[in-house]
């Protein structure tokens, strides 16, 4: 069973650019989740997608967006770029994302700001 | 909403001795308590988890404990090796709303 996979995993863009990631949870899950991971905050939470629809979201700026197509791959988009948007950004992928369901986590997308 | 603090920040100990990482949760609708371990350059791995039903769960030479009274959670992990060195990170999820991290402890 393939685990949960994110494109691209490395990206340099330029401030004021915008970016759009990509995660494939795994195989019958509908619930992804998606956070920001830097040295100095932990794992920041994004937001979180189900059946297409955002279920739960972070305190995080206008600029950063997401969605979920019907096969439950998500993407999400950050705009105008700032140097501090530079982080590891994660997708995590559960069955319906409650209760007692396990979320696993993909690779990652290294996003650097210059 | 839910806030877990997890101590230490960073744990050292010498290899074949055990490690103890300790998680604190504020809201008793907690219900799923994982523990993730995330090693250089990779996303988080989920390595155990357990249920409010239950106190304890094993698996090989890692534990987990739970005592829903006092709201914590701990990993232990016993005869440590090398390859355990990473950063850990404990995580409780209230019922049906999404899972609350804690800061992590980097395990040297």
């Known amino acids: 069973k393939a685990g949960v996979t994110q494109t691209p995993r490395y990206l340099i863009k330029t401030r004021g650019q915008q970016v759009t990631l990509s995660c494939s949870p795994i195989?019958?899950?509908?619930?992804v989740s998606w956070y920001q991971q830097t040295p100095g905050q932990g794992l920041q939470f994004l937001f979180e997608y189900f059946s297409e629809t955002q279920r739960n979201k972070g305190n995080f700026p206008g600029r950063f967006s997401g969605r979920q197509f019907s096969n439950s791959r998500s993407e999400m988009n950050v705009s105008t770029l700032e140097l501090g948007d530079s982080a590891l950004y994660l997708c995590a992928s559960s069955l319906n994302g409650q209760g007692v369901d396990e979320q696993y986590f993909g690779p990652g997308t290294r996003l650097t700001v210059t | 909403g839910e806030n877990v603090e997890q101590h230490p920040s960073t744990l050292s100990v010498q290899e074949g001795d055990s490690a103890v990482i300790k998680c604190t949760y504020s809201d008793s609708a907690s219900n799923y308590f994982p523990w993730y371990k995330q090693e250089l350059g990779k996303g988080p791995q989920l390595i155990i988890d357990i249920r409010s039903n239950v106190g304890e769960k094993k698996d090989q030479r890692i534990a987990v404990t739970l005592n829903k009274t006092a709201k914590h959670f701990s990993l232990h992990i016993t005869e440590t090796q090398p390859e355990d060195s990473a950063v850990y990170f404990c995580a409780a999820r209230p019922g049906f709303q999404k899972l609350v991290f804690g800061t992590g402890t980097r395990l040297l």
């Open positions: 195989s019958g899950h509908r619930s």
